[in-house]
């Protein structure tokens, strides 16, 4: 008799749309914008943990009046609440763009399961698409340079349009099907000059000589608001990385905005075993996230 547990029956609620205009029962595709940014937040019990931090991020990366942003976060709110009682939580995207040249923003959100294939731990697939900077410059907000008085786009940013990163994926989805009990397959992503960035749907973590450490985004890859939350409480550094210094790490993970921390269980073909300092991770969100 196997002694894994099984998800308990329980009816999902119907996903939940949201606009400036209020509750709606259909959105547009994200390819009828024509440039955007996007925001994957975890709502529970009624609230958004990280809602401060992608708020930050969001206007960082888009040129968006004061009233406008307080409009928008009021609606988060109002959309959290309406998922309160859902029983595992939501997964809430929110959309800023530009819809036949006019400024659109909504919000779509969706139950969590009660297990998750990322509960398993993901094994980290190379990509051979490359990211470039492009891949995650804002398409709005506009800066100087210290050296130049030319404009330059602000890194870092979640595109709503994502071609590169669909293209990467696309990769991955031409591999054999895993076992259902499998772990995640998670794409790995690495720039024109073959160094590490980010993974289609998360940042990476390196633990190393008793320290975490993480790739640069200076150039090109999404600045995460989890991986901007974890450093605010535990020391991460940013460097360059090659796959060398991946295969060489003492333990790797993966975060993001609503999964968390999660462990990496296999690299190609090597199977890793999930570490101590990933557990103190994952108790540190636990304790002070959901």
């Known amino acids: 008799m196997s002694n894994i547990p099984t998800a308990p029956m329980v009816k999902l ?3 939940v749309s949201y606009t400036a205009a209020g509750a709606v029962e259909a959105l547009p595709a994200d390819a009828d914008f024509s440039a955007g940014l996007l925001e994957t937040m975890r709502a529970q ?3 958004i943990p990280l809602l401060s931090l992608h708020m930050a991020r969001f206007t960082r990366c888009a040129a968006v009046a004061t009233s406008e942003l307080g409009q928008i976060q009021q609606s988060a709110q109002q959309l959290a609440t309406m998922t309160a009682n859902w029983p ?3 997964r809430i995207r929110f959309r800023f763009g530009l819809l036949d040249q006019i400024v659109r923003w909504d919000f779509y959100a969706v139950p969590l399961e009660a297990f998750s294939p990322w509960s398993r731990g993901v094994v980290l697939q190379c990509c051979d698409t490359r990211l470039n900077p492009s891949a ?3 398409p709005f907000s506009l800066s100087k340079t210290r050296s130049s008085e030319a404009p330059a786009a602000v890194p ?3 595109l709503l349009r994502r071609e590169i990163y669909d293209q990467a994926g696309g990769e ?6 895993p076992e259902a009990d499998a772990p995640l397959k998670e794409g790995l992503l690495l720039d024109a000059d073959g160094l590490v960035i980010e993974c289609l749907r998360s940042n ?3 633990h190393k000589a008793g320290r975490w450490m993480t790739p640069s985004l200076d150039v090109c890859g999404v600045r995460g608001v989890m991986l901007g939350w ?3 409480r535990v020391e991460i550094s940013e460097d360059r990385f090659s796959l060398r210094d991946l295969a060489l790490a003492d333990e790797l993970a993966v975060c993001n905005g609503v999964r968390g921390v999660v462990p990496v269980v296999g690299f190609g073909e090597t199977v890793l075993a999930t570490g101590p300092a990933t557990g103190r991770l994952q108790q540190l969100i636990a304790e002070n996230l959901w």
């Open 156 to 158: 870092g940013c979640k």
């Open 45 to 47: 019990s009624g609230t």
């Open 88 to 90: 595992y939580g939501a």
């Open 136 to 138: 995650s410059a804002s």
């Open 204 to 206: 990476l973590l390196l």
């Open 13 to 15: 609620p119907t996903p």
């Open 230 to 232: 974890l450093a605010g």
């Open 172 to 177: 991955a989805a031409l591999q054999p099907e």
